[in-house]
């Protein structure tokens, strides 16, 4: 090569580098709030954030260098969540990614205009988050958590294993579930029908929880159903200690609820959840409206069954629901 035209490549390539340079700093970085009603030592949790995280990065965007992550964990503490909501949307994030029904009830009251995508929601039409599940129409959308036909299905798969089953306890924390008669109706229509009696009552804590369940384990062929919140799911282990306890066999939506002892727990995939609101979110970073975003529903489900505690019950679990079982604990 000729200096002369080794000189004119060199200046060429030098004057393109400021150019590059430039595009790479002209990325903006876009903010996105996440508002969580656990407790940021919940493994579980954390596991749903990193299939969000990973959904995310496959869809091109990475953490520090065109997006950023702003956490509030709030558990399932009302103070707590409405410091968190505010504290989110004074910061202005170009969106909000919200774990549950409290939660997003409360940001909504705080935002009309900050994006919303929220991940575990029961009845979102009904409670005004959205004006229907085709067209949200407001600032929110997002993925439904189960639908209120599950109620029914839980009781059925606990007859199946627990046959002499006559009475199910169901504690509701009245605050994380404002939805809990729009599942206590299903729930005790397919009851009747197996010839089981719902037992509600409202728990304001773990403490609550206890009473409640000492006092309904007192009675014979008693079952226990904790309504599902983030509550609940948040207490899960100990929901599950205490239902061992009292030799109580139970069933729960999220799967944590059966690793830790609890009889069994059939539910979506959560975790899925997290993943298919990643596509929402970079719908929205790139410009759709909630507005026009259908609200969806789960499509992975998963049913987890724990032999061990069916033996200390002395029960026998039917081979054909093992066999239907996404994992038998033995």
């Known amino acids: 090569m000729r200096r002369r035209d080794f000189i004119t490549l060199l200046g060429g390539a030098a004057a393109a580098w400021p150019l590059a340079a430039q595009a790479q700093q002209s990325v903006r970085l876009r903010r996105v709030g996440l508002l969580i ?18 959904a995310l990065g496959h869809l091109g965007w990475t953490d520090g260098r065109n997006v950023t992550f702003d956490f509030r964990w709030v558990g399932d503490d009302t103070t707590l969540i409405q410091q968190g909501a505010a504290e989110l949307v004074a910061a202005q994030p170009d969106l909000i990614l919200s774990s549950g029904s409290p939660l997003t009830a409360t940001l909504l009251k705080l935002t009309r205009t900050i994006p919303v995508v929220f991940v575990n929601i029961v009845d979102p039409v009904g409670q005004g988050f959205v004006e229907s599940l085709s067209r949200p129409g407001g600032n929110a959308t997002g993925l439904v ?3 209120p036909s599950m109620a029914g299905k839980w009781i059925e798969l606990l007859k199946q ?6 009475r199910v306890a169901v504690p509701t924390n009245a605050t994380s579930a404002p939805y809990a008669d ?28 206890r009473t409640f369940t000492a006092a309904q384990a007192r009675e014979p062929n008693t079952g226990l159903l904790p309504m599902p919140s983030g509550f609940s ?7 599950a200690a205490v239902a061992a306890q009292y030799r109580l066999p139970s069933i729960y939506p ?3 609820f059966a690793d830790a002892g609890g009889l069994m727990s059939y539910g979506n995939d959560v975790g899925d959840n997290y993943r298919q609101a990643a596509i929402f979110v970079d719908k929205i970073l790139r410009g759709a ?10 499509t992975k489900f998963e049913m987890v069954i724990n032999l061990k505690t069916a033996k200390t019950l002395g029960l026998k679990v039917p081979l054909p629901l093992q066999a239907a079982a996404d994992e038998v604990i033995e």
């Open 233 to 239: 799911s948040g207490h899960a282990p100990e929901m």
């Open 289 to 298: 409206k909630p507005s026009e975003l259908p609200v969806q529903f789960p």
């Open 161 to 166: 294993v627990a046959p002499q089953l006559m």
């Open 145 to 147: 958590n189960l639908e």
């Open 37 to 54: 009603g656990y407790r940021n030592d919940n493994q579980q949790v954390k596991g749903w954030l990193g299939s969000f995280d990973d």
């Open 182 to 209: 729009f599942y206590l109706k299903y729930l005790k229509s397919t009851a009747s029908t197996l010839g089981v009696e719902v037992i509600s009552g409202t728990v304001a804590d773990m403490t609550e929880f």
């Open 254 to 256: 999220v799967r944590s």
